[in-house]
């Protein structure tokens, strides 16, 4: 994988490709896999709001006065794709559980592999807030470049997206059309094959998380 794409931040820190290692797995199941999801998507969390803005605050210790950092009045949104997504926000409300929700219902034509949209709903203040778009695989691009188009429409003042594993095709087409979003991601496989599944990938999250197949 030679492609380098400015905008994107492949997070290798030991415990999230230890965790991504155990999900990758055909041989873990639903219990275990739904756990590794949401402390993945805390890990990730982690490193994804590594930029949020601190202010100064004078905190009264035991012993005397501590000049502090808290995080300064900022709003933040959890967007979870639906299905898969929705594995992922657990975690994210661990490290900020002020965090308002939304969610957007896509599933892919299997035919067409052209995400098809069921729902959306999004906080009626999203304009005022940095939102975070979460959706453990990026294989085509289509569902996190539709769910992009859908969450501009509210005009937050940002959005990050981060996803586990990514395929350089999709990530070709989420940077062309949305330049101006960071992606975190926890690996960038292969390829995609021709059922549009990333290689080697993890086979398909949703089933995965909800024991559907
Ligand atoms: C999966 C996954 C992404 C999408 C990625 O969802 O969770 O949303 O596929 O594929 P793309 O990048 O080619 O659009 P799926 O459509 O299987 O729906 P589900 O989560 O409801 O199972
Ligand atoms: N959706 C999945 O869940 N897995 C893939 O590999 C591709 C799309």
Known sequence: MTREWK?????????IQHKLSYIRDENTGVKEFRELVEELAMLM????????????????????EAVSHVISGKKL??????????G?????????????????????????????????KLP??????????VDPMLATGGSVALALDLIKQKSPRSIKVMCLIA???GLDVV??????????CAAID??????????PGLGDAGDRLYGTK
Do not use: F, W
Not at 124 to 133: G, P, Q, W, Y
Not at 190 to 199: A, D, P
């Open 88 to 120: 992922m926000v657990p975690g994210v409300l661990r490290l900020i559980p002020a965090a308002k929700v939304g969610h957007i219902g896509l599933y892919r034509d299997p035919d067409t592999l052209k995400p098809v949209q069921y729902y959306c």
């Open 45 to 64: 969390a982690y490193d994804a709001t590594r930029d949020l803005p601190l202010e100064e605050v004078i905190v009264k210790t035991p012993i005397s």
């Open 167 to 169: 395929a350089p095709e």
């Open 7 to 15: 905008q994107v931040h492949l997070l290798d820190h030991p415990l």
């Open 175 to 184: 940077v062309s059309k949305h330049p101006d979003v960071e992606i975190y």
């Open 190 to 199: 292969e390829k995609l094959n021709s059922h549009g599944y990333i290689v």
């Open 77 to 86: 949104g959890v967007i979870a794709i639906l299905r898969a997504g929705l």
């Open 124 to 133: 009626a203040d999203s304009a005022e807030r940095d939102l975070i778009v």
